[in-house]
Protein backbone atom coordinates (compact mmCIF):
# COMPACT_ATOMS: atom_id res chain seq x y z
CA UNK A 1 0.00 0.00 0.00
CA UNK A 2 1.41 3.57 -0.96
CA UNK A 3 1.73 5.65 2.08
CA UNK A 4 3.68 9.34 2.14
CA UNK A 5 4.10 11.21 5.68
CA UNK A 6 3.88 14.73 5.96
CA UNK A 7 6.23 16.23 8.68
CA UNK A 8 8.28 19.23 9.28
CA UNK A 9 5.01 22.09 10.12
CA UNK A 10 4.49 24.48 13.21
CA UNK A 11 4.41 27.81 13.82
CA UNK A 12 7.07 30.13 12.71
CA UNK A 13 7.09 34.18 12.54
CA UNK A 14 6.92 35.81 9.30
CA UNK A 15 10.05 35.73 8.00
CA UNK A 16 10.89 32.41 8.70
CA UNK A 17 11.51 29.24 7.49
CA UNK A 18 11.02 25.59 7.48
CA UNK A 19 11.70 22.50 6.21
CA UNK A 20 8.69 20.37 5.10
CA UNK A 21 9.51 16.52 4.45
CA UNK A 22 7.17 13.98 2.70
CA UNK A 23 8.33 10.23 3.27
CA UNK A 24 7.32 7.49 1.52
CA UNK A 25 6.77 3.95 2.45
CA UNK A 26 5.62 0.60 0.59
CA UNK A 27 6.85 1.80 -2.33
CA UNK A 28 9.92 3.65 -4.36
CA UNK A 29 9.54 7.18 -4.32
CA UNK A 30 11.52 7.72 -7.03
CA UNK A 31 9.17 5.99 -9.54
CA UNK A 32 6.82 9.29 -9.17
CA UNK A 33 6.77 12.65 -9.49
CA UNK A 34 5.17 14.37 -6.28
CA UNK A 35 3.81 17.56 -5.79
CA UNK A 36 3.05 19.62 -3.00
CA UNK A 37 -0.14 21.33 -2.23
CA UNK A 38 -1.84 23.36 0.54
CA UNK A 39 -5.09 24.09 1.62
CA UNK A 40 -6.43 27.36 4.06
CA UNK A 41 -9.20 27.10 6.01
CA UNK A 42 -12.20 27.99 4.07
CA UNK A 43 -10.17 27.71 0.80
CA UNK A 44 -9.91 25.15 -2.23
CA UNK A 45 -6.66 23.64 -1.99
CA UNK A 46 -3.51 25.10 -3.97
CA UNK A 47 -0.92 23.69 -5.99
CA UNK A 48 2.09 24.80 -4.27
CA UNK A 49 5.22 22.89 -5.94
CA UNK A 50 6.13 19.92 -7.83
CA UNK A 51 9.00 17.70 -9.40
CA UNK A 52 9.24 14.99 -11.82
CA UNK A 53 10.13 11.58 -10.78
CA UNK A 54 14.11 11.98 -11.87
CA UNK A 55 14.35 15.02 -9.90
CA UNK A 56 15.73 17.26 -13.25
CA UNK A 57 11.76 19.01 -13.54
CA UNK A 58 10.11 21.37 -11.03
CA UNK A 59 7.40 23.76 -10.71
CA UNK A 60 6.01 26.39 -8.46
CA UNK A 61 2.99 28.50 -7.91
CA UNK A 62 3.88 32.44 -8.28
CA UNK A 63 2.93 32.83 -5.03
CA UNK A 64 5.88 30.96 -3.91
CA UNK A 65 8.72 31.22 -6.24
CA UNK A 66 11.68 32.39 -5.26
CA UNK A 67 11.20 31.75 -1.49
CA UNK A 68 10.02 28.12 -1.97
CA UNK A 69 12.53 25.16 -3.01
CA UNK A 70 11.47 21.53 -3.99
CA UNK A 71 13.81 18.85 -4.24
CA UNK A 72 14.17 14.94 -3.56
CA UNK A 73 16.80 13.08 -2.02
CA UNK A 74 15.57 9.01 -3.52
CA UNK A 75 18.44 7.36 -1.45
CA UNK A 76 16.00 8.61 1.51
CA UNK A 77 12.53 7.89 -0.08
CA UNK A 78 12.03 11.20 0.68
CA UNK A 79 11.01 15.03 -1.36
CA UNK A 80 11.51 17.96 0.85
CA UNK A 81 10.13 21.24 0.89
CA UNK A 82 12.39 24.58 1.89
CA UNK A 83 10.03 27.31 2.62
CA UNK A 84 11.82 30.35 3.44
CA UNK A 85 11.10 34.31 3.81
CA UNK A 86 7.16 32.52 5.25
CA UNK A 87 4.28 34.67 5.29
CA UNK A 88 1.16 34.81 6.91
CA UNK A 89 -0.91 33.90 4.04
CA UNK A 90 1.02 30.80 3.68
CA UNK A 91 -0.97 29.26 6.31
CA UNK A 92 -2.58 26.14 6.17
CA UNK A 93 -2.27 22.33 6.01
CA UNK A 94 0.38 20.89 3.63
CA UNK A 95 0.06 17.88 1.58
CA UNK A 96 2.20 15.88 -0.70
CA UNK A 97 0.80 13.54 -3.33
CA UNK A 98 2.47 11.02 -5.80
CA UNK A 99 1.75 11.19 -10.01
CA UNK A 100 -0.65 8.72 -10.84
CA UNK A 101 2.03 7.67 -13.29
CA UNK A 102 5.35 6.43 -12.95
CA UNK A 103 8.26 7.33 -14.64
CA UNK A 104 7.12 10.63 -15.50
CA UNK A 105 8.44 14.16 -16.27
CA UNK A 106 5.14 15.78 -15.21
CA UNK A 107 5.50 18.92 -13.08
CA UNK A 108 1.99 19.44 -12.56
CA UNK A 109 0.47 21.10 -10.47
CA UNK A 110 -3.16 19.53 -10.31
CA UNK A 111 -4.86 17.78 -8.05
CA UNK A 112 -5.80 15.54 -10.37
CA UNK A 113 -2.42 14.36 -11.58
CA UNK A 114 -2.01 12.89 -8.04
CA UNK A 115 -2.84 9.87 -6.54
CA UNK A 116 -1.92 8.81 -3.15
CA UNK A 117 -1.93 11.53 -0.85
CA UNK A 118 -0.58 11.97 2.64
CA UNK A 119 -1.99 13.16 6.03
CA UNK A 120 -0.83 16.72 5.75
CA UNK A 121 1.42 19.01 8.24
CA UNK A 122 -0.09 22.67 9.29
CA UNK A 123 2.10 25.41 8.69
CA UNK A 124 1.42 28.73 10.67
CA UNK A 125 2.95 31.93 10.21
CA UNK A 126 1.68 34.07 12.95
CA UNK A 127 3.69 36.61 15.00
Known amino acids: QLQLVESGGGLVQPGGSLRLSCAAS????????IGWFRQAPGKEREGVSS????????NYADSVKGRFTISRDNAKNTVYLQMNSLKPEDTAVYYC????????????????????WGQGTQVTVSS
Open 51 to 58: ISSSGGST
Open 26 to 33: GFTLDYYA
Open 97 to 116: ASSIFTMTSMTSLLSADFAS
